[in-house]
């Protein structure tokens, strides 16, 4: 009735969410190239270039359990939403560029897995992405287009933990990001503090 | 009943939509390269490298908000529409080879930049994506093909900002293309004008 | 209550067709490389580059068009259905095969459009896809699957449809084969009298 | 009502399950190249080359085949399944990501079919997709996750079915790992021997 232009149905966005999810997972696994091997029966020679393939290896691992935390996060987020609105569109849409985003940061750490820049533009983006979620539930809450079934004080309760798992990241990553030079882990401390005052703040 | 051969259910064809929108969104981060380093640690040197990648970075960006709007477009368009016919089905195949095709437009804007060129594709690319949109809810209004309970004003009202919207990126687009040659931006006014005639004979 | 080991929903199948043809339609543009120019701004290179690019964005254009009729054809037999046996699973497991293969087969023609190997494997895989499609449905008739709802008079009629498509096929891929070799000629020619011998018994 | 924090619906897990197992199935074409001619027109050199590629391309079907399998036993095992809890999620996920590292080792076999290397990257990788489907339905049988429409006695024979489909490979892959040293052959067996306990105990 009052639906506005911006209407779209929660499973369409569902929808997309799983689809770029899978697609960014399976995506990150093509940075792990198939060595060239001299001796093509040489399992000594075989295990050896994938030995110097560890890291990536490793990262694609890693990398993976993070995009499935996220989707799982999102999901749970999203269930308790009954309605979208532009706003919570517009930053799903930002959420999901980031994820899309995150095999190239992925990549870019599986291959210089010792290079503090690869840090740089691991860690922002996956601050970025926990904005996006801290960012999706509190838009909800506010202008309530939460289920009307869930009791306030577990709508309280999920934010304040969005906002904890998010200053928790935020400071963790700030010294990882000292090697940068100051103004980067110093950003992550203003911004762990701007997120602890939001916490203190909710009600 | 009276369902003659082209059937085909919407949740089906919504699915297709997801899918290719999800991967085409996804995929433009492929043409974005992990650089090659001399110094491997060198962080200094990393994010020059990626400083030179800025452009295919952006453009990252820029196209998905442009797939990320389709999506939502196509959608809302979608969600005023009961039933396909085999136009239907056509128009968003159309729809959906040009959104496939998308990622390499974007990919030649990302490494070329300042060539007029790139511009000679995507644009077009869009303006094909623009078309379909515009054509798929007009094709359905006249058939019959809307939610019955779409009162006719609302349906008017979203016919003419499908045609505002193309007409808007018509003529703004002509310009760009201007130094690929005189023809190159008398086409889209053109364009834009039967776009204009077709407003203004909407009713 | 009869269920037997090889249960598994329709709609499950329906999810993993969409998948798999929204990426293969999806990876075939991955083919289209962006050219790599000596002077960066000129677009005069660029479109002389994406002339010589030609046939193989034609080749997308078209293989995308296959694809998405064979997308439309599957879902229209697959709605006559109303279970499924472990037959048509398999079966729809082929089809899906060989649809994950059809883009190597339109890249190999994109890129020798002139080369009758080229051929030699695209006809192939399209006989192999419609064969599939000709048996999933085919199967769910001997075997009682369909809709009930679904009058024999239609199902007759779909069926002898599928038949003269795949007859049409296999009958104008021969002598497009015939350079290969009289073999690659003549088996089309008795794998087309089978399917008309099938279609004279049909009933 | 004592939904915990780990809820997630099962559609939303099938719908990734999907996904990801779409993605890799299509993913693994990826990996036949093209290949570079001489004489462009030259068929007969298109098929030496197609020839050379012959492993590579049997591999795509054998790896196809294999994640097709995969596919419908998840399937079939999670449509017994009321309910996820936290476990059933994270062994998901585990196994969503053996199924996006598949087609790496799919291309390692493909393009090294006579090293032993090969086999000691994909046999691990397919035993830890077995290992973690029976672990799926072990954990909702023993947690009560299982439809209470669905007699125990089925529930035990779909258990053992997965342990005895697990204990066959595990025993199967052994040989084939020898090769690469007896520690490589001993683990399977050991690896099998728990199993078939597994299996005694089960009741």
């Not at 930002?94 to 533009?121: C, D, I, Q």
């Not at 110093?186 to 909710?202: D, F, K, Q, Y």
Request: with cysteine; net charge positive; proline share 5%.
């Amino acid at each position: 009735m009052t639906q506005g232009p911006l209407l779209l149905s929660k499973a369409r966005l569902e929808a997309l969410v799983d689809g770029v999810l899978a697609i960014a997972m399976t995506i990150l696994i093509l940075e792990v190239k198939v060595p060239e091997l001299a001796d093509r029966r040489s399992a000594a020679e075989l295990f050896h270039a994938l030995g110097h393939a560890l890291p990536t290896l490793l990262a694609y691992f890693f990398s993976f359990g993070m995009l499935a935390a996220f989707w799982v996060w999102h999901h749970r987020l999203a269930a308790k939403v009954e309605r979208l609105d532009g706003w919570l569109i517009a930053i799903s849409l930002g959420f999901l560029s980031l994820v899309s985003f995150f095999p190239f940061a992925a990549a870019l750490l599986g291959r210089y897995p010792l290079n503090a820049g690869s840090l740089g533009v691991y860690m922002p983006a996956v601050e970025g992405i926990l904005l996006c979620q801290v960012g999706f539930f509190a838009h909800a809450r506010r202008r309530g287009l939460l289920d009307p079934d869930l009791p306030a004080a577990e709508s309280l309760a999920i934010h304040r933990r969005n906002l904890k798992g998010a200053i928790f990241f935020t400071f963790w990553s700030s010294p990882s990001l000292l090697r940068l030079g100051l103004i980067w882990a110093v950003v992550p401390l203003l911004l762990g503090i701007l997120l602890v005052v939001a916490l203190r703040r909710s009600r």
